[in-house]
Nanobody, 131 residues
Framework: EVQLQASGGGLVQAGGSLRLSCIAS????????IAWFRQAPGKEREGVSS????????EYADSVKGRFTVSSDNAKNTVYLEMNNLKPEDTAVYFC????????????????????????WGQGTQVTVSS
């Protein structure tokens, strides 16, 4: 059974840093991607970043480019989201999700940030950035 477990959220002042972790279990192949999404109160869930587990290809939302870095430690089955220079507008519940048809989606030109593309979701972890 595929499971994702997200952790690492917390309360931080603007300009601070946090590192989120997503531990993945139950995968029998490595041709999938893990993405981070976030959802603020009253807003739609939005894609933050993604990484291909097999080849390390990464994607970022424009709003986090240069501040967030996604990485994967395949030996630990863990994907990280390093968040620096945090802003109050980064406040949200952060989720990790897995796309088991990553290469099919890439071939078809599907966007990495489409919620519907993801098959499994972890529980959220709250990130709160105070001004």
């Amino acid at each position: 059974e595929v499971q994702l477990q997200a952790s690492g959220g917390g309360l931080v002042q603007a300009g601070g840093s946090l590192r989120l972790s997503c531990i993945a279990s139950g995968f029998t192949r490595d041709d999938y991607s893990i993405a981070w999404f976030r959802q603020a109160p009253g807003k739609e869930r939005e894609g933050v970043s993604s990484i291909s587990v097999r080849d390390g290809t990464t994607e970022y939302a424009d709003s986090v480019k240069g501040r967030f870095t996604v990485s994967s430690d395949n030996a630990k089955n863990t994907v990280y989201l390093e968040m620096n220079n945090l802003k109050p507008e980064d406040t949200a519940v952060y989720f990790c999700a897995a796309d088991l048809d990553y290469y099919t989606r890439i071939w078809a030109g599907g966007p990495w940030y489409a919620v519907a593309e993801y098959d499994y979701w972890g529980q959220g972890t709250q990130v709160t950035v105070s001004s």
